[in-house]
T-cell receptor
């Protein structure tokens, strides 16, 4: 099956810093989503971005499908950005409709 | 409010006991999913259902069972055959729009073994 690798596994920032999280995937995809899991475990959708670039406030994401990677940018980080960021993909050649494959996540800690 | 409700938030299982985790959605979504998350790990798919009265095994279905009798509900039973059930369980749902399958998640249930 498709492999999803996220880097870095851990990231520690001072409030106000910028960061870039990366997601590499091993096969073509027709669906890619970024999620934020808060310290209480709730997963929040950040972006649906199978290709191109999107921005939402301090967050933006870019997916280069032909090169099989996606980037999540966090600018002017805040303590509330802390948590785990997951990338999840749907293999374009897969037969299991809607079956997302998740990466292992990047643990982000933002200190005041 | 529209959303996905999981209950209970915390659950304890005794040796040899079956326990059932509830997942209800009022988003009118067709498909529902159950994931397991272990500490420091990503999410792994247990079961999913695209329509009522139909469901498929995911990657780690052994020791679990599900039913889908109503569109709104997708309960997960952790059976006594699941030898390592301690984990965080997440339910999700989606409305298929071609390949634009955006999954929305409940708040999760933390299951521990007594």
């Amino acid at each position: 099956g498709i492999q999803v690798e996220q880097s870095p596994p851990d990231l520690i920032l001072q409030e106000g810093a910028n960061s870039t999280l990366r997601c590499n995937f091993s096969d073509s995809v027709n669906n890619l989503q970024w999620f934020h899991q808060n310290p209480w475990g709730q997963l929040i959708n950040l972006f649906y971005i199978p290709s191109g670039t999107k921005q939402n406030g301090r967050l933006s994401a870019t997916t280069v499908a032909t090169e099989r990677y996606s980037l999540l940018y966090i600018s002017s980080s805040q303590t509330t950005d802390s948590g785990v960021y997951f990338c999840a993909v749907l293999n374009a050649g897969g037969t299991s409709y809607g079956k997302l494959t998740f990466g292992q996540g990047t643990i982000l800690t933002v200190h005041p | 409010d529209g959303g996905i409700t999981q209950s209970p938030k915390y659950l304890f299982r005794k040796e040899g006991q079956n326990v059932t985790l509830s997942c209800e959605q009022n988003l009118n979504h067709d498909a529902m999913y159950w994931y397991r998350q272990d500490p420091g790990q990503g999410l792994r798919l247990i079961y999913y259902s695209q329509i009522v009265n139909d469901f498929q095994k995911g990657d780690i279905a052994e020791g679990y069972s599900v039913s889908r009798e109503k569109k709104e509900s997708f309960p997960l039973t952790v059976t006594s055959a699941q030898k390592n059930p301690t984990a965080f369980y997440l339910c999700a749902s989606t409305q298929f729009l071609g390949t634009k399958n955006i999954q929305y998640f409940g708040a999760g249930t933390r299951l521990s073994v007594l």
